[in-house]
């Protein structure tokens, strides 16, 4: 079983890639320090308030587990969709999904250890566990990175193909999330039941607080509304698919933690779009008020 979730991990990293342009990079050249501060709240950012939000309400170390594995996922391309609905900078959004997606495949191992280290109930569940920190750092890496550098050179090199892998691919990626989140929860009613009541809310305040993260570094340092926008959307939406996934391939399949993750993945989906769709007519509203007054 471990070994069909590492292949679903694998398949799902390269399709991602196949949408990643190395062109893109151009705009990191052009626009640096906005780059730096969004990469930084990402990679950080939420870590950190995701640390504070479970120090201060103690919940059991499955679910804390699941809380910093979201916090520690990149960007997902769903951020990128949103950001173009809300009308933010698409270029923006793109650039840091690409940056964290490659940061992922270095880091999120060592990310996930590292946090999960600082709030002692996690910590003490990875070692009664008995996870083999070395063999989790490589098998992720190794997962993570050969897909990744796969799809990158294709999209590179053979741009028409990788355009039409990604056409048949991405479906198939987004199919298997469906079917880890059904079965995940159908396997795991019980959890739910007695952890409903706790996870649920949890998932919502987290989740608003990734979002309000975003959007307080985003209009307070980049002073670019577009930005901003498109800031808030990739620290609230995290590809909770490949979080999902290294939870039950790589750390013991912990129930409470992958009702976590799973339902971020949809929770986020919802928040996200409602918040689109709040800054879309926010858009019409502030149009309507500037041809009313050329009037």
């Given at each position: 079983?471990q070994?069909?979730l590492?292949?679903?991990?694998?398949f799902i990293?390269?399709a991602v890639?196949?949408?990643?342009?190395p062109?893109?990079?151009?705009?990191?050249?052009?626009?640096t320090?906005?780059?730096?501060?969004?990469?930084?709240?990402q990679?950080?950012?939420?870590?950190v308030?995701?640390?504070?939000?479970?120090?201060?309400?103690?919940?059991?170390?499955?679910?804390?587990?699941?809380?910093?594995v979201?916090?520690?996922?990149?960007?997902?391309?769903?951020?990128?969709?949103?950001?173009?609905i809300?009308?933010?900078n698409?270029?923006?959004s793109?650039a840091?999904t690409?940056?964290?997606?490659?940061?992922?495949?270095a880091?999120l191992?060592?990310?996930?250890?590292?946090?999960?280290?600082?709030?002692?109930p996690?910590?003490?569940?990875?070692?009664?566990?008995?996870?083999?920190?070395?063999?989790?750092?490589l098998a992720?890496?190794?997962?993570?990175?050969?897909?990744?550098?796969?799809?990158l050179?294709?999209?590179?090199?053979?741009?028409q193909?990788?355009a039409k892998?990604?056409?048949?691919f991405?479906?198939?990626?987004?199919?298997i999330?469906?079917?880890?989140?059904?079965v995940?929860?159908?396997t795991?009613k019980h959890?739910?039941l007695?952890?409903?009541?706790?996870?649920?809310?949890?998932?919502?305040?987290h989740?608003?607080?990734?979002?309000?993260?975003?959007?307080?570094?985003g209009?307070?340092?980049l002073k670019?509304?577009?930005?901003?926008?498109?800031?808030?959307?990739?620290v609230?939406?995290?590809?909770t698919g490949?979080?999902?996934?290294?939870?039950l391939?790589?750390?013991?399949?912990?129930?409470?933690a992958?009702i976590?993750?799973?339902?971020?993945?949809?929770?986020?989906l919802?928040a996200?779009?409602l918040?689109?769709?709040?800054?879309?007519?926010?858009?019409?509203?502030?149009e309507?008020q500037t041809a009313a007054?050329?009037?």
């Amino acid at each position: 079983m471990q070994g069909v979730l590492s292949i679903a991990l694998a398949f799902i990293m390269f399709a991602v890639a196949l949408g990643l342009r190395p062109s893109d990079f151009t705009f990191v050249r052009t626009h640096t320090r906005s780059v730096i501060i969004g990469t930084v709240v990402q990679l950080a950012g939420l870590p950190v308030l995701t640390l504070g939000l479970i120090s201060a309400i103690e919940p059991s170390p499955g679910i804390a587990l699941g809380m910093l594995v979201v916090a520690c996922c990149p960007g997902g391309n769903v951020s990128n969709l949103l950001t173009r609905i809300s009308k933010g900078n698409a270029a923006y959004s793109v650039a840091l999904t690409l940056i964290s997606s490659i940061f992922a495949v270095a880091l999120l191992p060592f990310a996930i250890l590292f946090w999960t280290g600082l709030y002692s109930p996690t910590a003490n569940l990875l070692e009664e566990i008995n996870i083999d920190r070395v063999r989790f750092i490589l098998a992720t890496s190794v997962t993570l990175l050969i897909p990744l550098t796969a799809g990158l050179f294709t999209a590179h090199y053979r741009p028409q193909l990788a355009a039409k892998l990604g056409r048949i691919f991405m479906p198939i990626a987004i199919g298997i999330l469906i079917i880890l989140i059904v079965v995940g929860v159908s396997t795991n009613k019980h959890l739910i039941l007695d952890y409903g009541t706790e996870t649920l809310p949890l998932v919502i305040i987290h989740n608003a607080l990734a979002f309000t993260l975003g959007a307080l570094i985003g209009y307070a340092f980049l002073k670019d509304r577009l930005k901003a926008r498109a800031l808030t959307f990739e620290v609230g939406i995290q590809n909770t698919g490949l979080g999902l996934l290294i939870v039950l391939s790589q750390l013991g399949g912990i129930g409470s933690a992958a009702i976590i993750v799973a339902s971020w993945s949809i929770w986020h989906l919802f928040a996200g779009f409602l918040l689109a769709t709040l800054f879309r007519a926010l858009n019409k509203s502030n149009e309507q008020q500037t041809a009313a007054s050329i009037k």
